[in-house]
């Protein structure tokens, strides 16, 4: 096995060169990688799997969890004597530099990321460099990374910056012969410590992405592909991402135009969170009530499972306080960028007359609750809104992606790192919310022109 630092298959010597693009979604819970080699071997990619270190239910998704212990080296392995962090990507983009002191060093988002990013890449190079020899083993692999950001992030240029910085600064710990250690980052960031090694990558290579634009590229890259505006809406751990976007062509480039952006923290697990305290009041409420009962001469319950609630116990509306609140926040959330895509942003697309594609993704999706909003959306902007309603569409799974055991159901967990495998310069135009006008709904009579209108043209 080569070492883990390493970048180039062993013993080779030959000058003709393979690219190869490592695509990172840098997940909330849990982190996916794609490689590809977009000029050889038609267009190859590669799921990386993560073995033992990565989560029962499928071993391409790697948990975004990093262990260090007190003198602050890193590894994504389960360690009973080490410290582990998770929510690292939240804390980053709350606050990237703040954090707290451990013995001579100080751990923040930003140095957590950079570890867990340099740990990832370590992987993922060292299981192309064994499993894939055959097919490559006879080229210089010259790489580029993509990273994805959250949509509505792209337009911020200081966050693309934090993001490209991480990830070029775990490219270069990734290549030191030492461990990767939260101390050494601290060291570098302070001056006091440099990395002696040879980057083995262009600084041009390394590039971020909107995770939305990644995520529908395999199907603006594939023979199902229509131009128009779409809506993508992604449904993480932590947050709802949802966009809306028109898909065309420039001049034989793609462009994706994006007219919405929003992002709100009402993924999977708040929705769970939510759910838990909601029960968790009721509950409370349904034991004061038992130890304030004045009856004494009322039997007491004779086992301790009869003191325990059933939904029946907390109220006729105890199920629909539990759980409308939260459906009404995320109701509102998709229903903010509908109105907003019909009234100023693309009022006069075919879409409201055909159908608004809807692109349902994300590892959150299979919670009933929210496939319920996009139902009941779509009963009501055909009722109401005078259009033919949403149209749900799955995302495709591109046969050149090469994975052990992938159910085609899941592709659209790994989607992103998919989108993210394809060379930065092979994308197309981005253009966000911001640079883009407001557009005016077209007040003309469809017979304006027509002083007295007979039957024949009716």
Known sequence: MPPANATQFQNTNHAEICDVVIGIDFGTSCSKVVLQSPYFADRRAMLVPFGDLGHPINSHLLPTKLYYDRQGNCSLATDLNSLCTSGIKLRLLQNPDIGESLSDFAITPRTLAIAYIALVLRHARQWFLTTQSKIYGNFRIRWHLNIGIPSPGYDDH???????????????????????????????????????????????????????????????????????????????????????????????????????????????????????????????????????????????????????????????????????????????????????????????????????PIFFCGGGKSLSIYRRVLDDLHECWQTSMATRGLKI??????????????????????????????????????????????????????YAHIEYVSKDLV
């Open 158 to 356: 200081d966050r693309r910056e934090l993001f490209k910085c991480i990830a070029a600064d775990a490219w270069r710990f990734s290549l030191g012969t030492e461990s990767v250690s939260l101390a050494r980052i601290w060291q570098y960031f302070e001056g006091r410590w440099k990395p002696n090694n040879r980057i083995d990558i262009e600084s041009d290579a390394i590039n971020v992405m909107p995770e939305i634009v990644a995520e529908v590229l395999g199907y603006a890259k594939s023979n199902l592909r229509e131009n128009g505006l779409h809506v993508l809406i992604d449904i993480g751990a932590g947050t709802i991402d949802i966009s809306g976007f028109i898909l065309h062509n420039k001049e034989g480039e793609d462009r994706y135009s994006f007219l919405t952006s929003d992002l709100d923290h009402l993924g999977a697990y708040h929705c769970h969170l939510d759910r838990v305290q909601r029960i968790k009041e009721h509950v409370t409420r349904w034991f004061s009530h038992l130890a304030g009962r004045q009856d004494l001469a009322m039997p007491i319950m004779a086992s301790l499972p009869e003191y325990f609630p059933r939904l029946a116990d907390f109220g006729t509306d105890a199920e629909k306080d539990i759980l409308e609140e939260f459906y009404t926040r995320c109701r509102a959330l998709v229903h903010r960028t509908l109105k907003s895509l019909k009234k100023n942003r693309d009022p006069n697309s075919e879409r409201w007359k055909t159908g608004l």
């Open 393 to 446: 569409i799955d995302l495709p799974k591109p046969a050149n992606l090469v994975a052990d055991s992938l159910d085609e159901q899941l592709y659209d967990r790994f989607a992103v790192a998919y989108g993210l495998s394809y060379p930065y310069y092979d994308i197309g135009e981005i253009r966000p919310p911001g640079s883009i006008s407001n557009v005016s709904i077209d007040p003309t009579p469809k």
